[in-house]
């Protein structure tokens, strides 16, 4: 695929955050209450993680070495409610309010650098475009646990691109994160995009994965398992990666459940 530039990047960025403020935007005290697929979270705690992480990108973009020391602080805790920050001491629409102020100040912070400048991140160092990418991504998803608890369709518009993208290109990741070895077997990849569009990665090969494009990155997102999308994956090293994929940095989690079991 064409890697999108920097500036059309940062303005999906902005659309994909104004997608979903306009779904948090009046929400009343109940509707902040319900529980999302995320087991243990509700709609306030999955805002909460969003903004908690919309502040640590700003801390990464501002003074790295901080956001490191931040990290490896967090890296070290057991306890998984630190990455909720206080958001279940606030209300929901002082959440709401946090994650808006925090995500703007973090596309403040990307405007002012180039697309190649270093940010580091939990995997690693990424460069300022891979890290917008990711912060596309992470909303996405988010929104999406957020749309399936208040009973409203999936996001799909060509900002999925990027999504996709990340899906694709975190392969390799999502063995390291298990302890191991990538397998290297060459998978073609060949979506639709919302529009009718053909996004490929990678030239035909037998291994292959295909379908629309709003399933992959349900998959690649672990908001889906494989099996309750039209997504077809043909070949053993397809397979394999379908069933650990994960665009998303830190430890490695599973497919949801299937919804028939």
């Given at each position: 695929?064409?890697?999108?530039?920097?500036?059309?990047?940062?303005?999906?960025?902005?659309?994909?955050?104004?997608?979903?403020?306009?779904?948090?935007?009046?929400?009343?005290?109940?509707?902040?209450?319900?529980?999302?697929?995320?087991?243990?979270?509700?709609?306030?705690?999955?805002?909460?993680?969003?903004?908690?992480?919309?502040?640590?990108?700003?801390?990464?973009?501002?003074?790295?070495?901080?956001?490191?020391?931040?990290?490896?602080?967090?890296?070290?805790?057991?306890?998984?409610?630190?990455?909720?920050?206080?958001?279940?001491?606030?209300?929901?629409?002082?959440?709401?309010?946090?994650w808006r102020e925090a995500?703007?100040?973090?596309?403040?912070?990307?405007?002012?650098?180039?697309?190649?400048?270093?940010?580091?991140?939990?995997?690693?160092?990424?460069?300022?475009?891979?890290?917008?990418?990711?912060?596309?991504?992470?909303?996405?998803?988010?929104?999406?646990?957020?749309?399936?608890?208040?009973?409203?369709?999936?996001?799909?518009?060509?900002?999925?691109?990027?999504?996709?993208?990340?899906?694709?290109?975190?392969?390799?990741?999502?063995?390291?994160?298990?302890?191991?070895?990538?397998?290297?077997?060459?998978?073609?990849?060949?979506?639709?995009?919302?529009?009718?569009?053909?996004?490929?990665?990678?030239?035909?090969?037998?291994?292959?994965?295909?379908?629309?494009?709003?399933?992959?990155?349900?998959?690649?997102?672990?908001?889906?398992?494989?099996?309750d999308t039209d997504l077809?994956?043909?070949?053993?090293?397809?397979?394999?990666?379908?069933?650990?994929?994960?665009?998303?940095?830190?430890?490695?989690?599973?497919?949801?459940?299937?919804?028939?079991?």
């Open positions: 695929m064409t890697s999108p530039d920097y500036h059309g990047l940062l303005a999906d960025v902005a659309a994909e955050n104004a997608a979903l403020d306009a779904i948090l935007v009046g929400l009343d005290p109940d509707a902040w209450a319900t529980p999302t697929p995320a087991l243990g979270w509700d709609v306030r705690d999955s805002v909460a993680h969003l903004a908690f992480s919309e502040d640590l990108a700003q801390l990464a973009l501002r003074d790295p070495t901080a956001y490191i020391e931040r990290r490896d602080a967090l890296l070290t805790a057991d306890d998984d409610t630190l990455i909720l920050g206080d958001g279940r001491h606030r209300s929901g629409s002082d959440v709401g309010a946090w995500s703007a100040a973090t596309l403040a912070g990307l405007a002012a650098l180039g697309p190649r400048d270093r940010v580091p991140w939990f995997a690693g160092s990424l460069s300022a475009m891979s890290f917008a990418t990711a912060r596309l991504m992470e909303t996405w998803a988010h929104g999406q646990d957020i749309r399936d608890a208040l009973g409203l369709a999936a996001e799909v518009s060509p900002r999925l691109l990027h999504v996709a993208d990340l899906g694709v290109r975190s392969r390799r990741f999502a063995y390291e994160a298990r302890g191991r070895e990538p397998n290297t077997t060459p998978v073609f990849v060949e979506l639709t995009g919302p529009d009718g569009a053909r996004w490929t990665w990678g030239d035909p090969a037998d291994d292959t994965v295909r379908g629309p494009a709003v399933d992959f990155c349900l998959v690649v997102t672990q908001r889906i398992h494989p099996a077809v994956v043909d070949g053993d090293a397809a397979a394999e990666w379908i069933g650990i994929a994960q665009a998303f940095a830190g430890s490695p989690t599973e497919q949801r459940p299937r919804r028939s079991d």
